[in-house]
């Protein structure tokens, strides 16, 4: 009787545990990058960037060559490897803190320049590994711990859509938001990760997935509570799809 | 090659190119920005890569990422863009990534202003960054000078794995001189390949580029590693020269940059009148060369440290010295150039034994 492997773990992620906190989702995010290097046959000519923030340890998990950046610079970084080896995949796996709050100028002009990387973003609405403090994506409400009654609009203003964001500069060539809360929504998500790394494979410029994520343990609810809140509070302000495409580019 | 007249600036980017660097990458800001302007030309003729960055934090965590995956890069700026660099500087050495940094300092703090200052010596020879880290410092005072020294940078910070800065008061990006690019010269170190580097992980583990140690035990042993390269730097790699050291002297000036030049010429016109007068030149400001200032200041009667700053080498002066004599100060600041006839002033009043206008005595009393 002949065996049949229908599940097993990506080439592109190292047999090590992952640190991460029960139902967080950058499991599944990390799993979903390294599938996508695995079928496009990118992993031995990839680099990936790590940011600082609750994937600061990325490095440790994928098996591939990385770099650490420091906090928010990863675009910065990425923008370095790949001006210098232009024969390589380069990637930045990034939080929310990291992209849209003290990188921001980072991934901007990243993004303008049309830098020929792939840009992964992960956004879970709050800070996780300094322990929960309000993000640029933190929901209006929300409570953190640097805004203990829920984040007030009139002086923390509305979150950051940096999918959209950035889809108003005429350069970067795909933008799309996915989420993470539910299988199908993974496996969406997975074709959209696995088409950014397409174009840079073919030479096209910037591309940037946001994921929508979890983060049971600073939003101090279960894991499946985690899933329900995501798909019940930022599905709405954050709409999911493909944003920009350079079919559809227009200067 | 033959000797051209070239701007300081213009001899930098290339005897970068010279020294085999294809790539820049830096924000604009005076007095350097012929050096990102002739780099923005002259490296895609060459089959290289400038990149206008969106900020010197930026620019200088592009050098991160190319020199990271093996590429000779470098970037230059003027003090308050080498300020936003120092997060990166201090990144480039924890994680042992060899990019080359110049520094054409104008006056501070803060916005200050834009004309020749070497104020920024404490922040390149004694930090600047977080953490325990140090950098070769190379300073040069003429075109040629900055020309050959900027290959020796690539060649040192690729032989240490480390970040080196050379730093130059204005004067020296902006002045024009006879200049002689020294191509295909051999390099000043033995260069080993940079198997360490992030090019893809083909046939072997992955290459981690990375300053994140979180076990103690790990980490101090991380530093102790670096601290014995650090060591050997200040074992191996002291630069400086002397003049007008050979007979006998009562004074000896200690100075770098454009105003060691200055205090050459004083120098000449005190031995016209019959006064000799010694000048000691640091090449490298870290490693500071301490044993051999002090060896040249054993013949003077005091020391004179000139610099464009209230007194920042001095502090290195002294060190080197101990207690044995008194070391005495004159700068200008604020952009304003030391003259050799203010030089003179101070080096006549001290042998009159009279406290000059101006300088400030330290040492031994």
């Not at chain 1, 997975?190 to 397409?198: E, N, P, V």
Request: aromatic share 8%; charged share 20%.
């Amino acid at each position: 009787m002949s065996e049949l492997t229908v599940f097993k773990r990506p080439e592109a992620l190292l047999p090590v545990t992952m640190h991460y906190c029960p139902g967080c989702t950058h499991g599944i995010s990390h799993r979903l990058v390294a599938e996508a290097l695995d079928e496009l046959g990118l992993r031995e000519r990839t680099v990936g960037v790590a940011p600082v923030g609750c994937s600061v340890l990325a490095y440790d998990y994928f098996n591939c060559d990385f770099h650490e950046a420091s906090h928010g610079r990863a675009p910065a970084v990425a923008t370095g490897i790949k001006r210098a080896r232009p024969d390589l995949i380069v990637f930045t796996y990034q939080g929310d803190g990291d992209l849209a709050s003290i990188g921001m100028a980072e991934i901007v002009h990243a993004a303008n320049r049309g830098e020929k990387i792939t840009v992964i973003f992960v956004n879970n609405a709050i800070y996780g590994m300094t322990g929960g403090q309000m993000a640029p994506t933190t929901m209006p409400g929300q409570v953190a711990t640097t805004c203990p009654l829920g984040r007030d609009t009139n002086l923390a203003g509305f979150p950051i859509r940096m999918a959209e964001l950035l889809s108003a500069l005429v350069t970067p060539a795909f933008i799309a938001r996915g989420s993470l809360h539910s299988p199908l929504e993974v496996v969406k998500t997975k074709a959209l990760i696995k088409r950014a790394f397409q174009y840079q494979r073919e030479g096209t410029c910037f591309s940037l997935v946001e994921c929508l994520s979890t983060c049971p343990t600073n939003w101090g609810i279960t894991p499946t509570d985690s899933l329900k809140w995501l798909e019940e509070n930022m599905l709405p302000y954050y709409p999911l799809g493909i944003k920009k495409t350079p079919e559809g580019k227009e200067a | 090659m033959a000797k051209l007249l070239m701007k300081g600036a213009e001899a930098i980017g290339e005897a970068a190119i010279a020294a085999d660097c294809r790539l820049f990458f830096g924000y604009p800001i005076t007095p350097q920005n012929e050096i990102p302007e002739y780099m923005s030309l002259r490296l895609p003729q060459v089959g290289g890569t400038f990149v206008q960055a969106e900020s010197e934090v930026a620019a200088s965590n592009m050098l991160y990422g190319a020199g990271g995956s093996g590429a000779r890069v470098f970037t230059s700026s003027s003090s308050p863009g080498i300020s936003l660099m120092m997060e990166a500087l201090s990144y480039l050495a924890g994680a042992e990534v060899p990019v080359v940094i110049v520094n054409i300092m104008r006056a501070g703090p803060g916005l200050g202003g834009i004309l020749p200052a070497q104020a920024d010596y404490f922040q390149a020879t004694k930090g600047g960054g977080h953490g325990d880290y140090r950098c070769i410092v190379l300073a040069p005072w003429s075109v040629q000078d900055a020309a050959d020294l900027i290959m020796d940078a690539f060649d040192l910070a690729d032989f240490y794995r480390n970040p080196v800065l050379m730093i130059g008061d204005a004067l020296i990006a902006q002045m024009m001189e006879p200049v002689e690019i020294r191509e295909g010269r051999k390099p000043c170190k033995p260069l080993a390949p940079k198997d360490w580097a992030t090019t893809g992980n083909k046939g072997r583990k992955p290459n981690i580029i990375n300053s994140l140690i979180l076990d103690p035990e790990d980490l101090e042993r991380h530093n102790r590693r670096l601290k014995a390269k650090f060591d050997s730097m200040e074992r191996d790699e002291v630069r400086w020269a002397s003049y007008n050291t050979d007979g006998d002297y009562d004074i000896l000036i200690a100075a770098y940059g454009t105003p060691a030049r200055v205090c050459l010429t004083a120098v000449n016109e005190l031995k016209e009148k019959g006064v000799n007068v010694g000048l000691f030149r640091p090449i490298t400001l870290w490693p500071f060369p301490y044993a051999p200032l002090r060896e040249k200041a054993k013949k003077a009667k005091a020391v004179l440290t000139v610099e464009l700053s209230t007194g920042q080498m001095v502090e290195d002066v002294r060190t080197a010295v101990c207690e044995d004599l008194p070391v005495h100060f004159y700068g200008r600041q604020g952009g304003i150039l030391v003259t050799p006839d203010e030089v003179v002033e101070q080096v006549t009043a001290l042998l009159g034994g009279a406290r000059p206008k101006g300088a400030r005595k330290g040492g031994k009393a």
